[in-house]
């Protein structure tokens, strides 16, 4: 029997197929973890509308995302589209993005990208997140009481991303609007809005604005993906756009939810908070404890069995949809000691928090900086901060495949 927030008293028990949509799922993801380890390491499910095998081992889950013998292009592996019904062009353009790509595109694809994710273009961003976190929180602090994902932890990424890609605060609405639709409408009765209205709309804003760059380039990242070029090739207009897709989903919904979840895992464990505290040279292994511990990804896009593969015992046929639940993995005990314990010291910790092989997030390293610079001036200036409501108060998002908060009241002080 287990009590966690959002819920009752209840047995948690695994039927097939595995119905990770459900708000039961969501609110006890981590138990079911749990017994998705020790008994069904491969269990048959569904996430959204696709049926799909999960695996929940830490060994198994790092296998599969560098197995050749499982594609992320389905096409490859079943001979149909990308998607198992039509879908509009705005959206097909995911599909068709890096991130759904194999090898060699996949490659080229990445090693085009690369060249506007320069080093020297992330230490140019640290000093921006420096200051806007603190201008942020001379705005938070005098209320008192905030939610912090509404004052703080949103405004954060939104903030980078338009910057990222050259957006105008006078075109910043229609932008957003786009970027909050892709984030938040691919899940309940909004989902046919945004695939046909919301998605069409951003591709067009979108596409504008990259006219606008061609012939008024800056200094921005989508100048650079536009001008990037590696062996006499340059992203198409399309691939442009997928990418800058890409960068809302990897550089903005990740970070969001990054930063609330450690605030939250912080607070909740005041032992480690103190320590941290008291050596905040232990920030960066805190980020890493938070994303193997309640990272805000718990799953990846699926690969499809380019054969017949059997595994525990469970053949998964040629053309099923596989999914690592990397939520899982990370809770794994035969790789982590005291796999429950939340550690900021942790070491090693070798976390699937941003995925792993040729897959690794594209915008872990603008994450974990957001999150380190974000936790660390908020931090500093509040010695006090605490939660404004019970925990038991706080609602999890039902999205499948996601750890995300409604919203985080806290008082500063």
């Not at 897709?245 to 550089?251: C, T, V």
């Not at 032992?271 to 938070?290: D, W």
């Not at 390293?365 to 001036?377: D, G, S």
């Amino acid at each position: 029997m287990i009590t966690t927030a959002n819920s009752t008293k209840r047995k948690i028990e695994i039927k097939e197929p595995l119905n990770v949509n459900s708000q039961e799922f969501t609110n006890n993801k981590y138990e079911y973890y749990k017994l998705l380890r020790e008994d069904y390491p491969v269990c048959q499910g569904k996430v959204s509308v696709m049926d799909a095998y999960f695996l929940s081992r830490y060994d198994d889950c790092v296998s599969f995302l560098k197995d050749p013998r499982f594609v992320r292009n389905r096409t490859t592996a079943t001979g149909g589209g990308r998607f198992p019904f039509p879908m509009p062009k705005s959206v097909s353009l995911m599909a068709n993005s890096m991130i759904n790509e194999d090898e060699p595109d996949h490659r080229r694809l990445r090693d085009l990208v690369h060249q506007a994710f320069t080093k020297h273009s992330l230490v140019k961003m640290e000093g921006r997140i420096e200051q806007l976190t603190n201008d942020l929180l001379d705005k938070a602090e005098p209320q008192g009481t905030v939610d912090l994902k509404q004052a703080y932890a949103l405004p954060i990424p939104v903030t980078v991303i338009q910057e990222m890609v050259g957006v105008s605060d006078e075109d910043m609405p229609r932008f957003y609007n786009g970027m909050k639709a892709m984030t938040d409408g691919f899940s309940g009765l909004t989902m046919f809005r945004t695939l046909f209205w919301d998605m069409p709309r951003l591709s067009k804003f979108v596409r504008e604005l990259i006219d606008r760059k061609r012939s008024n380039p800056s200094e921005d990242i989508l100048t650079a993906l536009i001008q990037a070029e590696t062996e006499g090739e340059k992203l198409s207009e399309d691939e442009v756009v997928a990418m800058v897709f890409l960068l809302i989903i990897a550089g903005y919904e990740t970070t969001v939810y990054l930063i609330i979840n450690s605030v939250l895992t912080l607070l909740q464990h005041p032992q480690q908070l103190a320590r941290l505290r008291a050596e905040p040279g232990l920030i960066n292994s805190a980020v890493e404890e938070i994303l193997r511990y309640r990272g805000p990804v718990q799953g990846t896009k699926p690969g499809y069995a380019l054969e017949d593969i059997v595994l525990h015992g469970v053949t998964i046929p040629k053309g099923a949809a596989v999914i690592p639940l990397l939520g899982a993995a990370n809770r794994d005990s035969n790789v982590f000691e005291n796999a429950e314990v939340f550690d900021i010291a942790r070491s090693p910790n070798k976390h699937l928090g941003f995925g792993s092989g040729i897959h690794t997030c594209l915008g872990a390293p603008l994450a974990r900086m957001e999150t380190r610079i974000a936790i660390t001036n908020l931090l500093k200036r509040n010695s006090n901060l605490r939660l404004a409501v019970d925990v038991l108060e706080l609602e999890l998002i039902n999205m499948p495949l996601w750890h995300r908060y409604k919203s985080l009241p806290v008082v500063f002080g």
